[in-house]
């Protein structure tokens, strides 16, 4: 792989930052949810009254408005590619940093709730495959 590798102190220190970052993007995800399911019900409600506005589109405000939420949101999900971290999941929260252990190319990773980074896993096993660091490595 190319990219940052980490040691466990780099990652923890970037923890702060990233969790800021992770709850900035756990909240606009759930405005875009909330944008987005009023947005179907006033379609459904407009589709039942079929009221035809001649030249307006009803739902350009509020498309627009997901539209750039969802340009705002990639661009934090970008931020962290950037960083050279891998954003698993947002909600909740998993982040894995790449590293080696003894030899081994490895994903140290965080989940939301963590203080610190005490887990690793393969690169091919996944949050299931989750092992505790040595203490030596801590």
């Not at 997901?66 to 934090?76: G, I, S, T, Y």
């Not at 965080?110 to 495959?129: L, N, Q, S, V």
Request: hydrophobic share 40%; proline share 4%.
């Amino acid at each position: 792989m190319e990219g940052k590798w980490f040691t466990l102190e780099e990652a923890n220190a970037l923890l702060p930052q990233l969790k800021e970052d992770l709850r900035q993007l756990q909240l606009l995800a759930e405005q875009i949810e909330h944008h987005n399911l009023k947005l179907q019900k006033i379609k459904v409600n407009h589709e039942q009254r079929s009221i035809a506005h001649a030249g307006q589109d009803p739902f350009f405000e509020l498309e627009s408005k997901l539209d750039f939420m969802q340009m705002e949101a990639n661009l934090l999900i970008n931020n962290f590619a950037r960083k050279g971290v891998l954003l698993k999941m947002i909600n909740p929260g998993l982040i894995d940093f790449p590293s080696v252990l003894e030899g081994e190319d490895i994903l140290i990773c965080w989940k939301e709730g963590e203080e610190r980074i005490t887990h690793y896993h393969g690169w091919h096993d996944g949050f299931m495959g989750r092992k505790q660091l040595p203490d030596d490595s801590r």
